[in-house]
């Protein structure tokens, strides 16, 4: 109801109607509002010379508009009759309701008749004030306009609806609140006068008692005034013109202007304009209802915005920190480099010191004794030596020849970085999405997941990042040689798939790839390093995982990390969207020249940073959780890498990626942990039980863990109970060395215990357990800790 009060209000006054009339343009006003807005028109504009000019064709004649400028563009608020002289311009007003209004040139005359019955200025105009049509008034002013009956209906019910609650009408003093009505007596009652004064006996047991606020509504259904003829005000409303769309009296059919007019029953005419009025509403009602939904829309947008945000931010943020991470790395070893340059000059220029002190000293003495020996005066004994003395002073100059008072090392440092290609790239990082001015495409992102090796082939997979704006019209494939050789184009089209056959069993292949359109390539994507098999032999396991029926024509391998060595140049989960592309294609591109000795090709260089040294960097598995085995109850999110459970029992979720051979590292943080449960973190066999705790039965090896300690569990066997649990932002890792057999935990980055289990062998996928009490996500592609490292080589 608060809704329809605008719909209630005048737009001159911006109070309830009081006594409205209806315009032509089936807008209301008040009538002492529409006689406020009155004004005069020339002579030549009145309905008289109108009619004798043969031009008018109804009682309300309507001004052309291109005659008034009802109010200026630069919507100043100034309204005028530009076309008329006698009417002089006057400024506009506005309503409480912000329509503007034209007040009258001059005050009306005073009168003391009612505002319905005072005379109207001769040649009147008026214009409604809601779409600013004009039109000139006839001889009957005002009065030729119908009154809106049920317009003052529907005001009186909704001043009702919103006044205070009812009173008890026959309390003597201070009126209670009225309990019930009674129907027939028309008298509200409080309880004790209905029980004094209106007892349910006799015959007033058989008067029907009703709540107050029903017993208002009846009243309100009581017979109103019926609307009388505007023209015959003594004629009440029984026909409807069909060609005028309006009630009219009998006295109008028979001596009026609707006399050859089509008519109908008014009642009959009533019930239908109600049934059309009824079935715009259903169309109006589903509009709205459109309208609700779109804002409920809206709203989830904004959160969805909030939400993306925060993730943005989190990316870039992370991103940022892998740059700055390189970057400090780097320094590193620019410094080391500078320092051994150091050390390396030292070390030159201390040797030759020592060298030139040494020789200097015995210099030095052989020239002290050779001015001895010339003092003695003895010739036969001076000639006896001075032969050799002669000829070590001459070799000893000798010795002091060109090159041994040269220094062997310059102060100088032979080294010189040139940063300003790495400086410029800074300047220009930016978002691709947001560079109308580039539209060369964006770099293509390699779908880790889908990339793998079999036997001597290659499987890549790629897509370009989701906020691109620029299309890209293909993409070009690079190889090596698989020696750290040159890289060579090996596809070029529009798919993002290739299966890459006729390579070296028993080599790693570096992969890129570039996306390209009519203005240019885009950068390369991060460095992949791929690893054959060892030879035709090799032994792989097939994972069980459901394949698309789209991809049922390509052959998709094993992604175990024993015939798949993924490492890309800034190892981090933030930078790969692991989700799969829509594109196929099984391309079989023979390699054989690339393996053919002296074979020439144009070399192509890739900037530093994109290149991986795979004798440096240990081979990492990327993996997610996979939908597809998990129980029913496990809530995914984030690309598969957040779980939950919808139930108070502990369920099961394994990865994607079993592991056979290999060392490795994944870590999960605990997002959300409450009620002190117990989830376990661990390794699993395909088959494992799916509804109880992980390590219940024999195919799981696990470490259940609560706020306080942990349990290795195997077999429903629980060993070595530690001190130390988890909390709300924890860090588990489970780390899986197949080389020596053993799985082991981490919490914090501290081993939990001793080495959990040992003699591990076999195809193991990892594996959680949790309820709905507890949220956490995974993180893979992580190093094997530096100091289990360590100790792994000194074993």
């Known amino acids: 109801m608060e809704e329809m009060e605008e719909e209630l209000k005048c737009p001159v006054c911006g109070s309830f109607y009081r006594e409205p009339i209806i315009l032509p343009c089936s807008h209301n006003l008040c009538q002492a509002c529409a006689r406020n807005i009155l004004v005069q028109t020339p002579e030549s504009e009145s309905p008289q010379s109108r009619r004798a000019s043969g031009s008018g064709v109804s009682d309300y004649d309507y001004l052309d508009l291109d005659k008034m400028s009802l109010y200026s563009e630069a919507d100043s608020g100034y309204g005028s009759y530009g076309g008329f002289a006698s009417a002089p311009t006057t400024p506009c007003q506005k309503s409480p309701n912000g329509v503007r209004v034209f007040p009258p040139a001059m005050p009306p005359p005073a009168t003391h008749l009612s505002p319905a019955l005072a005379p109207v200025p001769r040649n009147s105009c ?43 009408q026959l309390c003597e003093k201070a009126p209670k609140e009225a309990t019930v009505m009674c129907e027939q007596c028309d008298v509200f009652y409080c309880d004790p006068c209905r029980l004094r004064c209106h007892p349910p006996r006799g015959p007033l047991a058989k008067h029907r008692l009703v709540p107050p606020a029903q017993g208002r509504v009846s009243r309100r259904l009581s017979p109103r005034k019926v609307s009388t003829c505007t023209d015959h005000e003594l004629e009440n409303h029984s026909m409807y013109c069909v060609q005028c769309k309006m009630p009219v009296c009998y006295q109008c059919l028979e001596e009026g202007k609707h006399s050859s007019h089509e008519v109908k029953a008014l009642g009959a005419m009533w019930k239908l304009h109600k049934s059309q009025l009824s079935q715009a509403l259903n169309g109006l009602s589903d509009r709205a209802k459109e309208a609700k939904e779109f804002l409920v829309q809206l709203r989830n947008m904004v959160q969805q915005i909030q ?28 410094l080391a480099r500078v320092n051994k340059e150091h050390e390396h000059k030292l070390k030159v220029v201390r040797d030759q010191i020592s060298h030139c002190t040494v020789k200097l000293r015995q210099t030095t003495g052989l020239m002290e004794y050779c001015l001895e020996v010339i003092k003695e005066n003895d010739p036969s004994g001076f000639l006896q030596i001075s032969d050799a003395l002669i000829r070590r002073v001459h070799l000893t100059e000798d010795q002091w020849g060109k090159g041994t008072l040269t220094p062997r090392m310059t102060t100088d440092f032979d080294l010189s970085l040139d940063n300003s290609p790495l400086l410029q790239s800074i300047h220009q990082l930016d978002f691709v999405q947001m560079k109308a001015s580039s539209p060369v495409p964006a770099t293509p992102i390699l779908q880790l997941e889908e990339c793998c090796t079999h036997n001597n082939s290659a499987t890549l997979s790629w897509k370009q990042p989701p906020l691109s704006t620029v299309p890209a019209e293909g993409y070009i494939l690079e190889l090596d040689d698989g020696n750290g050789g040159q890289f060579r184009e090996v596809y070029v089209g529009k798919e993002t798939m290739c299966t890459v056959d006729g390579l070296h069993f028993n080599s790693t292949y570096n992969a890129r790839i570039k996306a390209f359109n009519k203005t240019g390539v885009s950068q390369y994507s991060k460095t992949l390093v791929l690893q054959t098999s060892e030879d035709t032999d090799s032994e792989e396991q097939t994972l069980p995982f459901p394949v698309p029926s789209e991809r049922l024509p390509l052959r998709r391998m094993s992604p175990f990390s024993s015939t798949l060595n993924l490492q890309p140049s800034f190892p981090g989960r933030s930078y790969f969207d692991l989700r799969s592309s829509p594109h196929q294609l099984s391309l079989h591109s023979s390699l054989q020249s690339l393996n053919v000795p002296g074979c020439s090709f144009e070399p192509q260089s890739a900037p530093y940073s994109q290149l991986v040294d795979i004798k440096k960097l240990l081979a990492v598995a990327w993996f997610a959780f996979d939908p597809g085995s998990a129980h029913a109850d496990i809530i995914f999110s984030n690309d598969n890498l957040t779980v939950t459970c919808s139930s108070y029992d502990d369920r099961v979720v394994l990865g994607k990626t079993g592991f056979s051979k290999g060392v490795h590292y994944w870590e999960l943080t605990v997002d959300r942990y409450e009620n002190h449960p117990d989830p376990a973190f661990g390794v699993a066999r395909i088959d494992v039980m799916k509804d109880v705790m992980l390590g219940k039965d024999d195919k799981a090896w696990a470490m259940y863990v609560d706020n306080n300690r942990s349990w290795f569990m195997h077999n429903n066997s629980h060993t070595n109970r530690t001190e130390g649990g988890i909390t709300k932002g924890a860090t588990i890792g489970v780390l899986l060395d197949l080389n020596r057999k053993t799985l082991t935990f981490f919490i914090n980055d501290e081993q939990q215990g001793p080495i959990a289990f040992e003699n591990v062998e076999g195809l193991f996928f990892p594996a959680v357990s949790l309820n709905r009490n507890v949220q956490v996500t995974l993180h893979t592609g992580l190093p094997v800790p530096d100091f289990y490292s360590s100790r792994a080589s000194i074993a």
């Open 126 to 168: 008026i214009t409604c004030p809601q779409c600013h049509r004009s039109l000139i008034l006839d001889d009957r002013g005002l009065r030729g306009f119908p009154k809106n009956r049920v317009l003052e209906g529907v005001i009186d019910r909704y001043q009702q609806s919103k006044a205070a609650a009812l009173k008890c």
């Open 307 to 334: 939400e993306n945000s925060v993730e943005f931010e989190a990316c870039l943020v992370a991103q940022c920190d892998a740059l700055i991470d390189a970057l400090n790395r780097r320094k590193a070893q620019l």
